[in-house]
């Protein structure tokens, strides 16, 4: 009979060394299923510049899938204006450095642009040489857009309240009257009639305010169901500076004509027409009608003065005709 064959339990160090090499799998298999489930692009380069990993992030950010990318150099995606940077670094990683994180442009398979956030460290063998490089790369364009955007903004902001501020400031220095309580509210009217027009700028983006809807707004309080005042005229669309102006004319006259003319009686009515002529002027006509009997003023008041001072500002011009049976005026501002 043949002896049976002895089987030696493996020796603690062996175990130990399995139980390492194990544990030493488990941790690249961890690692790289990391790497290849991040939404940054990271990828590996040899001394030379070649690729010699690309993950799923990189394939979503740059456009190319690991099998084009592996093996070709990393200017692929870098533009020809910054080829330089890719020396420069190559440099710093063979002298050991860590470049952190910098903002720098790269280029996309289909030749768009992107920004990215970028981090570059050397990788070194098992004997400490350095053989490569591994980079971490962001998408920070949309971020940079907003941060643009948000720039954009805030100066637009400003730039449009110190506007704002200088017209309430000539609002002001315009307006007078014979009490305190009048000169109230002569300046609150006028400051109220600019948020009015304020409100159809925030509508279209500040693109201006259609010269129709500055009409009714200005004078819905008098129209009566249209039975009072008649608005006709052309659909125009007014820039931000020359809608302020109008919106605030149409605010004296109006205010004038329910103190003083044809809407201040039961049976006055007003009648407001505009066109765009050839030349490329507004020609708006404000006629009251079945008002007071007027005369011209020996002098002008502190509302002719405010519409006369905006329009003129305009390089535009007004004419007043005092008619027995109600004002005429006459606004006309190139537009």
Not at 99 to 112: A, L, M, P, Y
Not at 209 to 216: M, N, R
Not at 307 to 313: N, Q
Not at 328 to 335: A, D, Q
Request: contains cysteine; aromatic residues 4%.
């Amino acid at each position: 009979m043949g002896g049976q064959i002895e089987r030696k339990s493996p020796s603690k160090e062996t175990r130990e060394v399995e139980t390492a090499l194990r544990e030493s799998e488990q941790r690249l298999r961890f690692l790289a299923s990391i790497v290849e489930s991040s939404d940054d692009a990271i990828v590996s380069k040899n001394l030379d510049g070649i690729i010699t990993s690309w993950n799923k992030g990189a394939e979503r950010i740059f456009g190319f899938s690991a099998g084009e990318a592996v093996g070709q150099p990393i200017t692929i995606v870098i533009p020809q204006d910054r080829q330089s940077e890719e020396r420069e670094i190559l440099t710093r990683i063979r002298r050991g450095e860590r470049i952190d994180h910098f903002e720098t442009v790269r280029q996309r398979k289909n030749g768009s642009l992107i920004v990215i956030s970028l981090t570059v460290s050397p990788v070194k063998d098992a004997h400490g040489k350095i053989v490569g490089a591994s980079k971490i790369a962001r998408d920070i364009t949309e971020q940079k857009r907003n941060q643009e955007l948000i720039t954009t903004l805030a100066r637009e902001a400003e730039h449009r309240s110190k506007n704002l501020l200088a017209t309430i400031r000539a609002v002001v220095n315009r307006s007078q009257s014979g009490s305190p309580e009048d000169l109230k509210g002569t300046i609150i009217g006028r400051i109220e009639a600019l948020e009015k027009v304020y409100s159809l700028f925030v509508a279209t983006r500040w693109i201006g305010a259609e010269l129709s809807a500055i009409a009714t707004q200005e004078l819905a309080p008098y129209s009566q169901n249209g039975e009072r005042v008649l608005i006709d005229g052309t659909q125009i669309l007014l820039e931000p500076g020359i809608a302020q102006a109008i919106a605030m004319a149409l605010h004296e006259l109006a205010t004038n004509a329910a103190k003083y003319g044809a809407l201040s009686q039961p049976k006055g009515q007003l009648n407001l027409q505009w066109s765009q002529g050839a030349d490329g002027k507004l020609c708006l006509c404000w006629t009251e009608i079945d008002g007071p009997a007027v005369q011209q003023p020996t002098q002008n008041g502190a509302g002719v003065g405010m519409i006369e001072g905006m329009i003129s500002h305009l390089k535009g011009k007004v004419r007043f005709d005092w008619r027995k049976d109600g004002l005429v005026c006459e606004i006309m501002v190139p537009l």
